[in-house]
């Protein structure tokens, strides 16, 4: 039975790479990693009823579960390689198994991901997927390298997963159509930004992908780098669809402290922004500006007079 739903995984997910010795079927892959370079790895569980909900389609959850790990890659610069997906589910459903695994080689084949190994086991719902990515040895983008009089940015626009979910939540009657489908999506099929973490590469001093909020996740780049961070709360950058869907303060706390919009947040010198912009225009990728790094610790988001605005939460965590 077991052995039934890895076949099943395996006939899908099937990209090849020269650089996998072994893929799945042995004790353990062989890969053979370029020189040169240092390999980002990255792991992410999503639990039912914690990170999505019962009865989520499985192709939506094949794509999420290879996507939040890609994020991370990205925000660290690397170049996407390998993944290994462990599964546990409540009993062998082949159905659920087909849908999931072509969720997730729809995304994997964008990328080049080959998978090459994994577990298969009973129990609650669970997906682990663990990611390699290369990245030339001493360039990856760190957390740890803010500097006070940095530019903060974000690719995209922030909020719209977390408006999803409230729409799924809510469902609110009086919300259009196209905004509620727009957002959801976001939600279920998160873009990770690969292609921008590597422009990125030559001008960001730090970098993070926005996971569990915008405040949250830029609070660990100020901790880490030592300094304070200041949002301008009315330049957050928001999408047509959450325009259109929520009014400003609500749309403020959704870009603030929402989860799961997997863009990048990042800090750039002064001096280099130009050619930051410059870099991501080529890709196709938008970035604005949302404030600044100053000396201190935290961060604060400001009104339009610089005036804190107090939020309700500071994004997901975890064991709240
Ligand atoms: P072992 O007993 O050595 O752990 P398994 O029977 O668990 O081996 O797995 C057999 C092979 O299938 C291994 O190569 C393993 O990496 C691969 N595999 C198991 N589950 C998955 C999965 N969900 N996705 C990809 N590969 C898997
Ligand atoms: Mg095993």
Redesign the pocket.
């Known amino acids: 039975m ?2 039934d ?2 076949d099943r ?2 006939a899908r ?1 099937d990209l090849a790479r020269a650089d996998v010795v072994l ?7 062989l890969l053979a990693p370029p020189p040169g370079h240092e390999l980002a790895v990255s792991t992410d569980a999503l639990v039912e009823g914690v990170h999505f909900p019962r009865g989520a389609a499985p192709r939506d959850l094949g794509w999420k579960a290879l996507a939040v790990n890609l994020s991370d890659l990205a925000a660290m610069g690397a170049t996407p390689a390998w993944a ?4 546990v589910l409540p009993q062998a459903d082949g159905a659920f198994v087909d849908a999931f695994a072509e969720g997730f080689a729809e995304l994997s084949a964008t990328h080049r991901v080959a ?7 009973r129990g609650p719902l669970a997906i682990g997927v663990t990611v390699h990515g290369f990245v030339p040895a001493g360039r990856a983008l760190r957390r740890d390298g803010a500097r006070v009089g940095d530019l903060v940015f974000a690719t995209g626009t922030l909020g719209d997963a977390a408006a999803g979910l409230r729409c799924l939540d809510a469902r609110d009657a009086e919300l259009a159509h196209d905004a509620r489908v727009a957002l959801i999506e976001r939600l279920d099929r998160p873009m990770p930004r690969i292609a921008a973490g590597l422009a990125l590469r030559e001008t960001a001093s730090a970098c993070i992908d926005v996971s569990d909020g915008l405040v949250a996740d830029l609070g660990h780049v100020a901790r880490r780098s030592g300094v304070g961070i200041e949002l301008d709360a009315r330049a957050l950058p928001a999408s047509p669809a959450l325009l259109a869907a929520f009014d400003e303060s609500a749309r403020i706390a959704l870009q603030a402290t929402g989860g799961d919009d997997y863009e990048l947040a990042f800090t750039v010198a002064p001096d280099r922004a130009g050619d930051m912009q410059r870099d991501l225009a080529r890709i196709g990728c938008g970035a604005t500006r949302i404030g600044r790094v100053v000396e201190g610790g935290g961060v604060r988001l400001l009104d339009g007079e610089g005036r804190d605005i107090g939020l309700p939460r500071a994004g997901w965590e975890h064991f709240s």
């Open positions: 077991e052995f739903l890895i995984i395996r997910c893929g799945i079927g042995d004790d353990a892959a290994l997906l462990t599964l998978l090459v190994g994994g577990d298969t086991t």
